[in-house]
């Protein structure tokens, strides 16, 4: 039959939801490009890097977003943004940008962001218990 388990097992939680930031696809529609996938165990830290969209771009926004990957943006639940500016103008080479999503055992949501040309940092936190959960 069930047993209990003894003290010694340790259960950790899982996401319930993928999580990523908004992007422009091939033809120019923004959708979520998830980082930490669904049922991700937490704590996780995850980290990809992406390419910034023009030559000499001086500024980005990163969107947090919480869906499928791939799905439209407007389809997804917006759960903070940021914007990573004073970047320093590319133009020989792709400019691409760091982007961390981290889960602490507390259930914080931490985006970060990183211009390794610049060292220009950004972050946002948001309580991932209520992340998706609109006010009645």
């Known amino acids: ?20 930031v908004c992007v422009l696809d091939d033809d120019q529609k923004s959708v979520n490009a998830v980082i930490l996938d669904k049922g991700c165990l937490i704590p996780s830290d995850h980290t990809k ?6 030559p000499g771009q001086t500024s980005c ?31 020989h080479e792709p400019h691409r940008v760091e982007i961390r999503i981290r889960i602490d055992d507390s259930g ?6 990183v211009d390794p040309h610049s060292g220009v940092r950004k972050d946002l936190e948001v309580p991932y218990q209520s992340a998706g959960k609109k006010a009645a």
């Open 108 to 113: 914080r949501l931490m985006a970060e962001a």
């Open 1 to 20: 039959g069930r047993r209990l388990p003894p003290l010694d097992i340790f259960l950790r939680d899982r996401t319930a939801h993928a999580i990523g």
């Open 61 to 91: 926004l990163i969107q947090l977003l919480q869906g499928a990957d791939g799905a439209y943006a407007e389809d997804c639940e917006e759960l903070g943004r940021f914007e990573l500016d004073n970047l320093k103008p590319i133009h």
């Open 49 to 54: 890097p992406f390419q910034l969209s023009k």
